[in-house]
């Protein structure tokens, strides 16, 4: 069983461009999660996606944003990036909701110059 | 609202020797608690969960932890430490309906031969 896929695994970009980030999660589960992890801030939950909808979200302004799709493939999109904005991005699957265990994916790593 | 604390963001200690990484958790509800471990490069590995179905909770590679209410603690222990211990843990605390995690900021265990 394959499992969580994250595309692309590095990226570097410049401030103010934006920058998309897919994930595709392990076949079956249709809950995925993004989380952001910096040496700074540590592992901060961005939002969850169940079913394509939007169902929790992180404490993340605006230029965060994402999306599932039908088949609970996701992408997280940032717009006019900030070298904060530098960090290890992360994806996690999942089944359904609550306790079940959360699945996660090399993670992509950005870079901000 | 849900937080971890992770008492010491190094630990080390010899191989063979007794593996102790701390977690204490504050929850308004009653809580689901995590050990993950990261190795460099890589996404998050479930170590073992806590779901209220026993206090004692035994994982993968020998870990196990114990959930104590009173103490508001689940710490995660492993008898003897091999070299391939050596990585980053991070405890996390969730509540039910919902897929976020909020995660502490680490330990991460040194093992020397």
């Known amino acids: 069983k394959a499992g969580v896929t994250q595309t692309p695994r590095y990226l570097i970009k410049t401030r103010g461009q934006q920058v998309t980030l897919s994930c595709s999660p392990i076949s079956g589960h249709r809950s995925v999660s993004w989380y952001q992890q910096t040496p700074g801030q540590g592992l901060q939950f961005l939002f969850e996606?169940?079913?394509?909808?939007?169902?929790n979200k992180g404490n993340f302004p605006g230029r965060f944003s994402g999306r599932q799709f039908s088949n609970s493939r996701s992408e997280m999109n940032v717009s006019t990036l900030e070298l904060g904005d530098s960090a290890l991005y992360l994806c996690?699957?999942?089944?359904?909701?609550?306790?079940?265990?959360?699945?996660f994916g090399p993670g992509t790593r950005l870079t901000v110059l | 609202a849900q937080s971890v604390t992770q008492l010491g963001s190094h630990v080390s200690v010899s191989e063979g020797a007794l593996v102790l990484l701390r977690c204490n958790y504050s929850s308004s509800v009653p809580p689901y608690l995590f050990w993950y471990v990261q190795y460099p490069n890589q996404g998050l590995q479930l170590l073992l969960k806590?779901?209220?179905?026993?206090?004692l909770v035994k994982g993968i590679n020998g870990f196990e932890a114990e959930f104590k209410k009173s103490e508001t603690s689940f710490h995660l222990t492993k008898p003897s430490a091999h070299m391939s211990d050596a990585a980053e843990y991070f405890c996390a605390v969730g509540g039910t309906g919902f897929q976020k995690l909020v995660f502490g900021t680490g330990t991460r265990l040194l093992v020397s031969p």
């Open positions: 996690a699957s999942s089944r359904a909701g609550g306790s079940e265990e959360q699945f």
């Open positions: 806590y779901t209220s179905a026993a206090t």
């Open positions: 996606y169940f079913s394509e909808t939007q169902r």
